[in-house]
């Protein structure tokens, strides 16, 4: 099974809300399957953005599987839950990123152009902000799905780092979330 029809299989099988059919719609018409995750960093290469999503997936829900996470802090959410805020998380990196070069030195010290991806927004809502915002259209989110996909980035969203702790404190499922998505880039992924 390839990485696109394991999460077409994962989106259909667990997110049933209405509106996720047109949702996914819009995913495949999209470059959603073949962007990259990041320009430079974790992912960074054709089809990453894809591959990034389920490794938020797999990693969310291990960490919620948890004998541990279970009995001490009594985390439990449903499978629709856990499919939504980490496959959709990164939404906002749709159709953001193009195809460009940069100049790096090879191992003779000599200047080259190798290829990239370059970030290119034409809708600067911020990033967890915006993912919530391109989901809601489509379908409703819980007030705690909406905070833990806004606040998936953790402590390193610099604009708002008063907000995070408090986000954490009232909704486990952003501090999981931001978990799982800093095991995937950090553990799973590595730097191109």
Not at 43 to 70: F, I, M, Q, T
Not at 165 to 192: I, Q, R, V, W
């Amino acid at each position: 099974m390839t990485a696109r029809d394991r999460f077409i299989n994962i989106f259909k099988t667990k997110i049933k809300r209405e509106g996720a059919d047109k949702l996914l719609d819009y995913l495949i018409s999209s470059d959603f399957f073949t962007a990259p995750a990041s320009a430079r960093y974790h992912s960074a290469y054709e089809g990453g953005l894809l591959d990034h999503s389920l490794n938020v997936y797999d990693c969310l829900s291990a960490y919620l599987n948890r004998e541990y996470v279970k009995e001490k802090f009594k985390l439990s959410y449903s499978d629709e839950t856990i499919a939504i805020v980490s496959l959709l998380h990164d939404i906002c990196k749709v159709n953001v990123y193009k195809p460009g070069y940069r100049n790096v030195k090879n191992e003779q010290g000599k200047w080259e152009q190798v290829p990239t991806f370059e970030f290119d927004d034409k809708l600067p809502y911020g990033h967890g902000e915006k993912s919530v915002y391109m989901i809601s259209p489509f379908m409703k989110l819980t007030r705690e799905e909406a905070f833990a996909i806004r606040y998936h980035m953790g402590f390193s969203n610099v604009d708002d780092q008063r907000n995070v702790g408090k986000a954490f404190e009232m909704f486990p499922l952003a501090f999981a979330l931001s978990t799982a998505d800093m095991e995937a880039t950090y553990y799973l992924e590595k730097e191109n």
